[in-house]
Structure formats: structure tokens, C-alpha cells
């Protein structure tokens, strides 16, 4: 803020000196480009230091990742348990079909 400030204060400032106003016009342009390059170099700076907490954050968050694993394990944990269930059901019910099956071949006058 402090260089955008006195930019500003060059671009208004009318002075009385010994130097001559093409001269004057010419270092206040530079001075101009000059804070304009450093304000530019700041906010760089601060993107750059932005990227590399969010790099520092994803790359060694622990905990979270820790705990995302957990819950995503306990997910799977849950899911295989009702797989499980459903598969023993339908085992279950096959080998019913398939006594009454069996028994129903056995007992047949048509073999």
C-alpha cells in the first residue's frame, strides 16, 4: 500500500526545483516503474508463499489423511460385512433349492 501511496503522490506533485520538467517527468516515470516493479515483486511473493502453504498443508496434513483413511477403511469394513451377508443368504437359499431339487429327482418315477 505504502508504494501505490507514493505513486500517486508523484503523479500529482507539481515541483519548483532547478531541475527542468522533462526532466523531473522522466525520473518521476522511473521512480513510477521502479515502485510499480516492486509492488509487482511483492504480490509474486505472496503467491509464492500462498502456493507453498497449501503444498506444505496437502503434502504433510497427517491427521487428515490418517482420518480419511480410517473412515474410507471402516466404509469398505461395512460393505464387505453386507456383501458377506447376501452371499450367505444366497448360498443358503441354493442349497435349499437344491435338496428340493435333488430330493424331487430321487423320488421321480421319470428317471
Request: net charge negative.
Amino acid at each position: 500500500m505504502h508504494l501505490f501511496t507514493e505513486i500517486l503522490k508523484l503523479a500529482r506533485r507539481e515541483s519548483h526545483s532547478q531541475i527542468s520538467k522533462i526532466t523531473q517527468c522522466e525520473q518521476d516515470a522511473l521512480e513510477m516503474q521502479v515502485r510499480a516493479a516492486n509492488m509487482v515483486r511483492a504480490g509474486e511473493s505472496l503467491m509464492k508463499l500462498v502456493a507453498d502453504l497449501k503444498q506444505y498443508l496437502i503434502l504433510n496434513d497427517f491427521h487428515s489423511v490418517n482420518e480419511a483413511i480410517t473412515n474410507n477403511s471402516q466404509l469398505f469394513r461395512a460393505t464387505q460385512i453386507e456383501c458377506d451377508k447376501k452371499l450367505m443368504k444366497l448360498r443358503d437359499e441354493m442349497a435349499m433349492d437344491l435338496y428340493d431339487l435333488e430330493e424331487e429327482y430321487y423320488t421321480s418315477i421319470f428317471k
